[in-house]
């Protein structure tokens, strides 16, 4: 009889990249939440006109790579914007990693958190020009018009972007799609850590991705309610865990971690960035629109994740909130964050990056999961910028409005998602 190993591997970090409203890389976009910059703004990519809200935060066409255009073309058809921001974050920390000399690609796999991409509002009428109201379709008309093609029909399909982005990378592992609202980019990077650990891979593409900041994205959060209405000024609307917050702020972006075996990365000389410590899941099993009031899900996946680093919360140095800007969502990770830790709880730094860049929903726990790690790096806490009225329900060192030097080893990233699907990844700098 054959006995397998079953010890669990370290898993560290070799890559990082990112795409967002505040930089087209990972480095500027850390320099400008540093400095507390805004990236909100107007939006400009649809006609916001007549709508409650009308900002968002937006990613320059000018930031997307066009390194790799040639194969990234055979599948332009498919690719959505969301995608096309994924390439270019998974194109920056690839390099950095040195995907492109490993030679064993069976053991390169693909983890991402994704939403496919939503029909306008123009393909919707063209669609309609064919439809009689009574349940029939001119098929012949619809096929013949050329107007609406057939390959939106992948346009439209979450695992889209992690099939290409397989394709791109000639990644012949495992290909994950996570489809969890605003926890997907910090599951797809936990799902990927257990397959690292779990000897299925020694190698890992992950994170998130998304663009929906379109009509047909942007409806269905103005009809329930949970975008910021009241501020007049874009820059100042995001503004988590202030007492006069009123709905988080809808953004795009894409973030990319290169997840490795450790024995895999010394072997090949790889720069070592930083460790994956680990990693914790839950359900609220509550409401689909409303988190658990006694923050029993935000709870559990930091508590998980804490039990599968093998740490405490004495251990813990800063906490990357979810942070959305909404009433509900900021009051109970409070809550959760003081069951947590304690009596510490107040002396624990917890800051939101969504007070720069908005919520980048599938791609924010990815994103966040990087400047948690670039932040370890150069021992800067990022603000939680907006910070004005202090809110006595939600009374934690919120980091406000500045950055702040404080070095720290180990931290924990949360991600809780619409549906009450919670995720939280324990960063630790890398030790031998």
Same mark, same amino acid.
């Given at each position: 009889?054959?006995?397998?190993?079953?010890?669990?591997?370290?898993?560290?970090?070799?890559?990082?990249?990112?795409?967002?409203?505040? =930089?087209?890389?990972?480095? *500027?976009?850390?320099?400008?939440?540093?400095?507390?910059?805004?990236?909100?703004?107007?939006?400009?990519?649809?006609?916001?006109?007549?709508?409650?809200?009308?900002?968002?935060?937006?990613?320059?066409?000018?930031?997307?790579? $066009?390194?790799?255009?040639?194969?990234?073309?055979?599948?332009?058809?498919?690719?959505?914007?969301?995608?096309?921001?994924?390439?270019?974050?998974?194109?920056?920390?690839? /390099?950095?990693?040195?995907?492109?000399?490993?030679?064993?690609?069976?053991?390169?796999?693909?983890?991402?958190?994704?939403?496919?991409?939503?029909?306008?509002?123009?393909?919707?009428?063209?669609?309609?020009?064919?439809?009689?109201?009574?349940?029939?379709?001119?098929?012949?008309?619809?096929?013949?018009?050329?107007?609406?093609?057939?390959?939106?029909?992948?346009?439209?399909?979450?695992?889209?972007?992690?099939?290409?982005? /397989?394709?791109?990378?000639?990644?012949?592992?495992?290909?994950?799609?996570?489809?969890?609202?605003? @926890?997907?980019?910090?599951?797809?990077?936990?799902?990927?850590?257990?397959?690292?650990?779990?000897?299925? @891979? *020694?190698?890992?593409?992950?994170?998130?991705?998304?663009?929906?900041?379109?009509?047909?994205?942007?409806?269905?959060?103005?009809?329930? %309610?949970?975008?910021?209405?009241?501020?007049? &000024?874009?820059?100042?609307?995001?503004?988590?865990? $202030?007492?006069?917050?009123?709905?988080?702020?809808?953004?795009?972006?894409?973030?990319?971690?290169?997840?490795?075996?450790?024995?895999?990365?010394?072997?090949?000389? @790889?720069?070592?960035?930083?460790?994956?410590?680990?990693?914790?899941?839950?359900?609220?099993?509550?409401?689909?629109? *409303?988190?658990?009031?006694?923050?029993?899900?935000?709870?559990?996946?930091?508590?998980? @994740?804490?039990?599968?680093?093998?740490? &405490?919360?004495?251990?813990?140095?800063?906490?990357?909130?979810?942070?959305?800007?909404?009433?509900?969502?900021?009051?109970?990770?409070?809550?959760?964050?003081?069951?947590?830790?304690?009596?510490?709880?107040? /002396?624990?730094?917890? /800051?939101?990056?969504?007070?720069?860049?908005?919520?980048?929903?599938?791609?924010?726990?990815?994103?966040?999961?990087?400047?948690?790690?670039?932040?370890?790096?150069?021992?800067?806490?990022?603000?939680?910028?907006?910070?004005?009225?202090?809110?006595?329900?939600?009374?934690?060192?919120?980091?406000?409005?500045?950055?702040?030097?404080?070095?720290?080893?180990?931290?924990?990233?949360?991600?809780?998602?619409? =549906?009450?699907?919670?995720?939280?990844?324990?960063?630790?700098?890398?030790? %031998?």
């Amino acid at each position: 009889m054959v006995l397998r190993e079953t010890a669990k591997r370290r898993v560290v970090i070799t890559g990082v990249g990112m795409v967002t409203p505040l =930089g087209g890389n990972c480095a *500027d976009t850390f320099e400008n939440a540093a400095q507390g910059r805004s990236g909100i703004d107007y939006i400009s990519s649809f006609d916001t006109t007549g709508l409650p809200c009308r900002i968002g935060g937006q990613v320059k066409d000018a930031w997307l790579t $066009d390194q790799g255009a040639d194969a990234f073309s055979r599948f332009e058809r498919y690719s959505s914007r969301g995608l096309r921001l994924m390439h270019t974050a998974a194109v920056e920390a690839s /390099s950095q990693a040195g995907l492109d000399t490993l030679r064993d690609r069976e053991r390169i796999g693909v983890s991402l958190g994704s939403h496919g991409e939503n029909v306008s509002v123009g393909e919707m009428s063209e669609l309609l020009r064919f439809y009689d109201g009574n349940g029939h379709w001119d098929m012949n008309g619809l096929l013949s018009s050329c107007r609406y093609s057939p390959f939106q029909f992948f346009l439209r399909k979450a695992d889209t972007a992690s099939s290409i982005l /397989s394709m791109l990378f000639n990644c012949r592992g495992s290909s994950l799609s996570i489809v969890s609202a605003c @926890a997907a980019g910090a599951q797809a990077i936990g799902e990927a850590y257990r397959i690292i650990q779990d000897r299925k @891979a *020694d190698v890992m593409i992950a994170g998130g991705c998304e663009a929906t900041l379109n009509f047909m994205g942007f409806i269905g959060f103005v009809l329930i %309610k949970a975008l910021a209405e009241k501020y007049t &000024t874009p820059q100042n609307a995001s503004r988590p865990f $202030d007492r006069k917050r009123n709905g988080f702020v809808m953004s795009e972006g894409a973030g990319a971690v290169i997840l490795e075996d450790l024995d895999h990365a010394r072997d090949r000389g @790889a720069n070592i960035l930083g460790e994956l410590l680990g990693y914790g899941s839950s359900a609220d099993a509550y409401r689909i629109t *409303d988190t658990h009031p006694k923050a029993e899900g935000a709870y559990l996946a930091m508590a998980n @994740a804490l039990e599968d680093a093998c740490l &405490t919360a004495d251990d813990i140095g800063y906490v990357n909130a979810h942070g959305t800007s909404t009433v509900q969502n900021d009051l109970v990770e409070s809550l959760a964050i003081r069951r947590i830790f304690g009596e510490r709880a107040r /002396s624990v730094p917890v /800051s939101s990056n969504k007070s720069m860049m908005g919520h980048t929903i599938a791609a924010a726990g990815a994103i966040e999961c990087i400047l948690t790690l670039m932040g370890m790096q150069r021992s800067v806490i990022l603000p939680t910028i907006n910070y004005e009225n202090r809110d006595p329900k939600c009374d934690l060192d919120y980091v406000p409005n500045e950055a702040r030097h404080l070095p720290y080893r180990r931290a924990l990233s949360n991600s809780f998602g619409f =549906g009450g699907q919670n995720a939280s990844l324990c960063i630790g700098a890398f030790e %031998k």
